[in-house]
C-alpha cells in the first residue's frame, strides 16, 4: 500500500510541476558535466531532480541565502548516478545541510595506543548513515563548473548508496547479475595500486584520497566515473565496467538506463566523511 501511495504521489508531483528545459536552463548550462548527456536522459534527470526538491530539504547554516537555481543545481548533480536505478535509492536520508564553504567537523579519533583524541578538520562534504549530506556550496559550485574528476556531491552521494545494505565498507548493494566476488577482486585489486602508489610516493592516476579505505576508494572512482570516465578507463577498466553495471550506464557511449527495484536496508549511525584532500 505504502509503495503505491509513493508512486501515486511521485507522478502527482510529476504532472503538476514545470519539467521544461527552460525551467532546468541556468541550472543546467552551469554544470559541464551535463553537456555529453545523451538526450534521452534529459528529461529523466529533469524528473529525478524534481522529485529530488520535493522529498528532500535544504537547510542553508551560517547565513547562507539559497535560490531556487542553487537548489537545481545541486539536484541535477546528485541525480545523476540515478539515471539508471531508482528514486528510492535515495530514500534512507532527507535533507542537504549547505555550508556557504569550506568547514570545519569535529569528531573522536582513537589511535593505535588506544587514545581518543578530539579532532577538528576541514570538509566539503560529509554523509551521514540515516542522517543529513552535509555539503560546501561553494566546493558544490566547483564540482559542476569543472570535469576534473572531483566532485563532492557526486562523492557524498555515492557514500549513501555504498551504506543501503547496512554498512559504507566500498560495496553497494549488488544488483542480481553482478557478481559479488567479481566485484570484491577488481576493486579490492585497484584500491591496493593505489594504495601502493601513494605509499611509495607516485603521483597516483586517481585521487590520492581514495587510499585512506575502500569505500573513500568507491566514491572517488564514482566521481571518476561521470567527471572522466575516459581516464577511468584508462587506469582501471574493471572498475569502470563494474561501475557501469552498477549504476547502469555507460559514459562512454550513449547512456540506455535501465530502471531498477528500489533498495531500502536500515543502515547503522556511522559516520563517512570526505576531508577536503
Not at 209 to 226: C, D, W
Amino acid at each position: 500500500m505504502f509503495s503505491w501511495y509513493r508512486r501515486w504521489r511521485r507522478a502527482r508531483v510529476l504532472a503538476r510541476s514545470d519539467l521544461s528545459p527552460t525551467h532546468w536552463h541556468r541550472a543546467w548550462q552551469g554544470i559541464r558535466l551535463l553537456d555529453g548527456l545523451p538526450g534521452q536522459d534529459h528529461l529523466r534527470l529533469r524528473e529525478l531532480a524534481t522529485l529530488f526538491l520535493h522529498e528532500k530539504t535544504i537547510e542553508p547554516v551560517q547565513g547562507l541565502r539559497v535560490t531556487r537555481g542553487m537548489e537545481q543545481y545541486i539536484a541535477l548533480q546528485a541525480c545523476l548516478p540515478l539515471i539508471g536505478l531508482h528514486p528510492d535509492w535515495y530514500s534512507s536520508w532527507h535533507a542537504i545541510v549547505l555550508y556557504p564553504d569550506t568547514f570545519v567537523s569535529t569528531f573522536d579519533e582513537q589511535d593505535e595506543a588506544g587514545v581518543v583524541h578530539r579532532v577538528r578538520e576541514p570538509r566539503m562534504g560529509e554523509s551521514w548513515d540515516r542522517g543529513p549530506l552535509i555539503l560546501s556550496w561553494a566546493d558544490s559550485l566547483a564540482s559542476g563548473e569543472a570535469l576534473d574528476g572531483y566532485n563532492v556531491i557526486i562523492h557524498e552521494c555515492a557514500h549513501k548508496l555504498d551504506a543501503l545494505d547496512g554498512v559504507a565498507n566500498g560495496k553497494p548493494p549488488l544488483h542480481r547479475n553482478m557478481s559479488v566476488q567479481q566485484w570484491a577482486d577488481v576493486f579490492g585489486a585497484a584500491w591496493e595500486d593505489l594504495c601502493r602508489q601513494v605509499d611509495e610516493g607516485i603521483e597516483p592516476d586517481m585521487d590520492p584520497y581514495g587510499s585512506e579505505a575502500p569505500e573513500e576508494f568507491f566514491a572517488v572512482a564514482s566521481e571518476a566515473f561521470f567527471e572522466i570516465p575516459a581516464h577511468l578507463w584508462q587506469t582501471y577498466p574493471g572498475v569502470y565496467e563494474q561501475l557501469a553495471l552498477f549504476y547502469r550506464q555507460a559514459p562512454l557511449r550513449p547512456r540506455a538506463p535501465i530502471t531498477s527495484g528500489p533498495v531500502q536496508v536500515p543502515a547503522p549511525d556511522t559516520r563517512r566523511t570526505r576531508g577536503d584532500g
